[in-house]
């Protein structure tokens, strides 16, 4: 168990519907971080947040959001969704700029399916 | 920016057979690497991490990795592979703050 807690473990969906995906890193973790992993694209970095703040950006889409809030987790908001964003999405936070570098703990992963 | 490859998508090995799954990565200074391992359905697990010292890691379930900084290598190693190592693999480059970078993986198979 990584500590890092994500919801749902499952969500099916129909096309451009909207969904929300919740993520609760570890402990004392300041930083997370969501990626989309699907069978044709792989391990995909989406975005990061710091402390509430956007930090970098990755091959995410305008469709997608995201958010921190003050208490540190974190939500993913898919919007118009599309056959193609059926995949897994996974969370990770970690302690940037710390002594022990920025190793990231992954959450159990969200899947989602639109049909 | 860091980059990670992995050279291998696929590798099939026979329980008890050692492996060796090959990484390498682009970054201009001293980095951060990262094997993570990820069964069927799961999230990813770290397996090991190199930071600064010996360059020969440990890590959990029998792997160990070592860092060949001549060859901008971090290769993953196990001396007899059993099935239950069957899974996606993954190489990783951080920079120690905001970067973080994974390699596009490598699955492998083990045949009993």
């Known amino acids: 168990d990584s500590g890092v807690t994500q919801t749902p473990k499952h969500l099916i969906t129909a096309t451009g519907q909207r969904v929300t995906l919740r993520c609760s890193p570890r402990?004392?973790?300041?930083?997370v971080y969501w990626y989309q992993q699907s069978l044709d694209q792989g391990l995909q970095f989406l975005i990061q947040?710091?402390?509430?703040?956007?930090?970098a950006k990755g091959n995410i889409l305008e469709r997608f959001s995201a958010q921190q809030f003050p208490d540190l987790h974190s939500e993913l908001n898919l919007s118009s969704l599309e056959l193609g964003d059926s995949a897994l999405y996974f969370c990770?936070?970690?302690?940037?700029?710390?002594?022990?570098?920025?190793?990231?703990?992954f959450g159990p992963g969200t899947r989602l399916t639109v049909l | 920016a860091q980059s990670v490859t992995q050279p291998d998508i696929h590798i099939t090995v026979s329980e008890g057979a050692s492996l060796e799954l090959r990484c390498n990565y682009s970054y201009g200074a001293t980095p951060y690497l990262f094997w993570y391992v990820q069964s069927p359905g799961q999230g990813l697990q770290l397996l090991l991490k190199?930071?600064?010292?010996?360059?020969l890691v440990q890590g959990i379930k029998g792997f160990e990795a070592e860092f060949k900084r001549s060859q901008s290598s971090f290769n993953l190693r196990k001396p007899s592979v059993h099935w239950s190592d069957a899974a996606e693999y993954f190489c990783a480059v951080g920079d120690g703050g905001q970067n973080f970078v994974f390699g596009p993986g490598t699955r492998l198979s083990v045949l009993p």
């Open positions: 947040y710091y402390n509430g703040e956007e930090r």
């Open positions: 990770a936070s970690s302690v940037p700029l710390s002594g022990a570098g920025n190793e990231q703990f």
């Open positions: 190199y930071f600064s010292g010996d360059t």
């Open positions: 402990s004392g973790d300041l930083s």
